[in-house]
């Protein structure tokens, strides 16, 4: 089921570099995620929630949208967040700057000291 939800990148929740986002039947600490805890990006719907799903009401170009974030929260088993975006250049915008964010932490810097990030987007 889709929900309409708004996403943001927090430096300063617990000290971290964080996506977060807002959901009513969700506790804060539920809907954040710690860049550190990213194991990968996927674009297009190739994770198993998008698999097991048909994306009805999405629209036609939502490959061309979708994206997910695997990601594994201490002591638990790993984990997807699956989006679909309003276009295709904000599906990378997003999908290419967190892996970036991802990359620059696993090599030893800190997300949190970066003041622009630039990102390829490519427009059909």
Not at 81 to 102: F, I, P, R, T
Request: charge should be neutral; proline fraction near 2%.
């Amino acid at each position: 089921k889709s929900h309409v939800r708004k996403f943001w990148l927090d430096t300063e929740y617990r000290g971290d570099c964080s996506l977060r986002w807002n959901s009513p039947l969700k506790d804060a600490w539920a809907t954040v995620i710690s860049v550190r805890q990213m194991d990968e990006i996927l674009i297009g719907r190739q994770s198993q929630g998008f698999l097991g799903s048909r994306g009805t009401g999405l629209g036609p170009d939502i490959e061309r949208r979708a994206f997910s974030i695997v990601y594994t929260q201490s002591g638990q088993s790993q984990k997807t967040l699956d989006l679909v975006a309003e276009s295709e250049s904000q599906c990378q915008m997003w999908a290419y700057g967190l892996l970036k964010l991802a990359r620059a932490f696993r090599a030893g810097q800190d997300p949190r000291e970066f003041y622009e990030l630039w990102v390829d987007v490519v427009s059909h």
